[in-house]
Every structure is written in C-alpha cells, then in structure tokens.
C-alpha cells in the first residue's frame, strides 16, 4: 500500500513570495490534515478535510494561508505572501477513521 | 481545554540501557493514544497506541506503553535501547470536541549514547 506523498521535499524563498505545496493521501483515505511543525515543537493542525469539505480550519491564518481538496483526494496547501516566521515543515496526514493518522515525509519551508 | 504534556524535552540514555518517556494528559473523557515516532528529516510513523481493550500495548520494535486511566498517564518503555531508536517520539491524544482532534505533547528527544 502506496503511502501519503507529498512535494516539493523542500523549497526555499523569499519573504512575500507565495508557495504550494502538494500532497496525495493514501487511496481510500477520507480524512486529509495538514500540520505545520516549527523546530523543537509539535504539529499545529492548519486544516482538516473530510472527503473535500473543511471540518476544522481554526488555527489557518486566513489572510496568507488557503488549502483545497478537489475531488477529495489530492490536496494543495498555498502561502501567500510568505512571511518568514511561516519557515517550518509542513506535514499532510491522512486517516480512514477516527484514529490512526498515517503522515507523509513533510515539505521543509524556508523563508529568508 | 485538552492538553498533552511531555516532562522531558531529552532524554539522553546509553546503548542496552532501558529507557521511559514520560507522557500525561488533561481530559475527562474517554481519549485514543498514540506515540509517533520521526526518525531524522523524516515524517511521523506511528509507533503504537491504545483504543480499547489491554491497558499495556506494544510496538514490533521492543517498544511499550501502559494506559493509566488515573494517573492519565501514556509513558513509553523500552528495555534496552539501540542507537536505531534516535528520534523524537510524541505523544498525542485524541479527543472529542465537535470533532476527534489530535492533541500533541512537545516531543521529547531520545539521544543514545555509544
């Protein structure tokens, strides 16, 4: 069983420029997350999707930070602009129930 | 509000050694465990958990942790320790709050020394 793919692996840019980032849940997964993971803290939820409608988007700085799930499978996550305390790594998860959580490798951002 | 706390941001331990990560939640309702596991520049595995059923849980790497309903405690053991196991392990709980969430402790850095 393919797992969660996500890209770019890592991308590098300037503040007030924008960026997208990629992710493919595994097959059959209704539930996609996206995270974002600061150095030496936790994941922060961003966004919450259930199959392609947003069951929890509480914490996504709104004005800079939007995410869609067409078709409920794929995911992009964009910033724009980049600020450069949005430098972290980006993590999409995917579940089939209430539980498990199955993430992919991440997406490392620096802003400079 | 729900929280997870993770005592020890390290935890520096020597090779074959035995190890505990200290792991403690606030909730007054029934919760999921879970530990992940996030090896260098790698994404979150997870490494066990407990939904129901036995208390004491395991992973197929030597890992364990025992639910302790009243202290609200999820620590994770290991006997002996291999420099494989580097990593930061996580706690995290999910609860209901119109919605499962998944409420995440700090981490707490396993550091194997030879």
Known sequence: EA????SPRYKI???RQSVAFWCNPISGHATLYWYQQILGQGPKLLIQFQNNGVVDDSQLPKDRFSAERLKGVDSTLKIQPAKLEDSAVYLCASSQGLDTQY???GTRLTVL | ???????DSQVPVFE?????LRCNYSSSVSVYLFWYVQYP????QLLLKYLSGSTLVESINGFEAEFNKSQTSFH????????SDTAEYFCAVSVWDS???LIWGAGTKLIIKP
Request: glycine letters at 8%; hydrophobic letters at 35%.
């Open chain 1, 13 to 15: 840019i300037e503040k």
């Open chain 2, 76 to 83: 994770l053991r290991k006997p002996s320790v291999h420099i």
């Open chain 1, 3 to 6: 797992g969660v793919a996500q």
């Open chain 1, 103 to 105: 993430f992919g490798p």
């Open chain 2, 41 to 44: 520049n790698q994404g979150l």
């Open chain 2, 99 to 101: 919605n499962y969430q």
């Open chain 2, 1 to 7: 509000a729900q929280s997870v706390t993770q005592l």
């Open chain 2, 16 to 20: 074959e050694a035995p190890v505990e």
